[in-house]
């Protein structure tokens, strides 16, 4: 069964990994576990991204319950021979919840995960108790970043080329990765090699998608998380989500697109807060 380790590091707080099948598709699952009786977290990835960039968030959150998952196609999960979109993949994710045994959740998403979790929260209302937005924008009618930033997102060549990664890493990823040349190789052992297939129908489950005309419908309390120097998706588009989004609120970081990984433990406690306050 699959570990999802870096030999060399010692995990904070482990996850059990295992492999689930749901009808024909399989999926790699990782599960943190938390107290019993707390509502759990379910955790989206970026595109071409795999359960391991999640590591040192999840890691971070003692006590709850911590659900995450490689896409189809992504890491360790068979790939899908069709295309899909995104109310599929939000169909599965409630399948898998189902066999893990789990009612309700709070839902984070991050970057293209972002646009799932809003899906997720539309499509299933009575499952999703909070929603949190993590660099990630309202699809396509965002305001996008530079074309010479967004051209390194068309294929997976930054997961799968180290050397252009670090090269390319700062003017990309911008905030602390761009002034810290040595935060995007401490970063490496949680970037996993990605298949252009895949990248590629995770690409087409966004085109055209866009929740501007539905944000306003959402219920759940939401935690949008932007950096205040984010190449690929500017601060705008969170602010438009802040202002769309009836019972939410902003939190910007003084970082670029990756806070996650650059600022785990500032990112956890943010997450954490607003986890905790009480239901109204």
């Known amino acids: 069964m ?17 492999l689930v ?10 599960v943190w576990p938390g107290e019993p009786g707390r509502v ?14 999640l590591m040192p968030l999840a890691e971070l959150l003692d006590g709850i319950e911590t659900i995450a998952f490689d896409v189809p196609g992504v890491g360790e999960s068979p790939p899908r021979r069709l295309p899909y979109r995104l109310w599929m993949l939000a169909r599965l994710s409630a399948r898998l919840l189902d066999k893990l045994g789990v009612d309700r959740v709070d839902v984070m998403g991050v970057s293209w995960g972002g646009t799932l979790a809003q899906q997720f929260a539309l499509q299933y209302p009575q499952r999703c108790r909070r929603l949190v937005l993590a660099a990630t924008a309202q699809g396509a009618l965002m305001l996008p970043g530079r074309p010479s930033v967004l051209r390194h997102f068309i294929t997976p060549r930054r997961h799968n080329d180290p050397m252009l990664r670090r090269r390319i890493g700062g003017s990309i990823y911008g905030g602390r990765v761009r002034t810290d040349p040595t935060l995007m190789q401490s970063i490496e ?11 590629l129908l995770q690409q087409l489950a966004v085109a055209g998608w866009t929740s501007v005309p539905w944000l306003p419908l959402l219920r759940q309390p939401t935690l949008i998380l932007a950096g205040n120097d984010d190449p690929v998706i500017p601060l705008v588009n969170a602010r438009l989500m802040a ?8 939190h910007v970081f003084d970082d670029g697109h990756l806070f996650i990984l650059s600022q785990p433990d500032e990112t ?8 905790d306050e009480p239901e109204r």
């Open 268 to 275: 956890a406690r943010v997450l954490r807060q607003f986890l």
């Open 2 to 18: 699959p570990t999802g380790s870096h030999p060399d590091r010692v995990p904070r707080r482990p996850a059990a990994f295992r």
């Open 21 to 30: 099948d749901l009808g024909r598709q399989r999926l790699r699952v990782a």
């Open 243 to 250: 202002a769309l989004i009836r019972d939410s609120r902003l």
């Open 189 to 199: 052992q949680f970037v996993k090699p990605a298949s252009r297939y895949a990248y």
């Open 40 to 53: 759990p977290l379910l955790l989206f990835n970026g595109i071409g991204a795999s359960i391991e960039m």
